[in-house]
């Protein structure tokens, strides 16, 4: 069988790559005849011109977000380029901080439909609840991840809440022919490494490469 490709381009100012790395490696290692490929930033947009099976984003937009002006790495061609990617059959996996900082009006969150608003300064205990009835809810030490997200465009298909509320987690779609999944889960090496983010991604993964029905 024909390996499925999967590129990633993760880490960022915020985000440690070599923690959301392992995190996807871990996700990944679970399922057959998967090629996963990371690539950098400059790297990018030839990666997705070859048309791989699925890209996975844990990038925010901001290259320096502590100027006064931040610099954006994602530009509107590019976003409209990862659109058209996913519109002619492509599959798309935007993981925590590829939710932040992209603009809400642009190609890349209209195609996501939602992004990530804000979260408490303080990490924390957040609770993730499933909406499939047949999943248990777990619980990590993280940054709670608050989005807006059309809800009524989308299938929720985790929530998340804490001692400062509730949000939606984790959403999934159709764009065109093809597929759109969001996961708000996680921050820090400990969340990142553990099971339940891993067992979600895997399944992520598998339905985003056709390797089960979406």
Not at 39 to 58: K, N, R
Not at 166 to 189: K, L
Request: net charge negative; with cysteine; proline share 4%.
């Amino acid at each position: 069988m024909t390996k499925k490709t999967v590129i990633a381009l993760v880490g960022d100012y915020y985000h440690r790559a070599s923690w959301a790395e392992a995190a996807l490696r871990l996700a990944a290692a679970g399922l057959e005849d998967v090629e996963l490929r990371f690539v950098e930033e400059a790297g990018f947009e030839a990666a997705l011109g070859e048309g791989p099976g699925m890209v996975v984003l844990f990038k925010e937009d901001r290259v320096d977000p502590n100027a006064d002006e931040p610099r954006r790495w994602m530009s509107e061609a590019l976003q409209r380029k990862a659109s058209d990617y996913v519109e002619a059959g492509g599959s798309w996996l935007a993981w925590h901080s590829g939710l932040a900082s992209y603009d809400p009006e642009g190609p890349y969150v209209k195609m996501l439909r939602g992004y990530f608003e804000f979260h408490p300064a303080q990490h924390q205990q957040v609770r993730y609840s499933p909406t499939a009835a047949d999943e248990a809810a777990y619980e990590l030490y993280d940054e709670h991840y608050f989005v807006s997200c059309d809800e009524a465009n989308t299938n929720v298909f985790l929530r998340s809440s804490s001692v400062d509320g509730d949000s939606i987690a984790g959403w999934s779609h159709t764009f065109g022919r093809g597929f759109v999944a969001c996961y708000t889960p996680a921050h820090n090496e400990e969340a990142l490494s553990g099971e339940a983010v891993a067992s979600t991604l895997r399944k992520l993964l598998a339905r985003g490469l056709g390797l089960e029905p979406k």
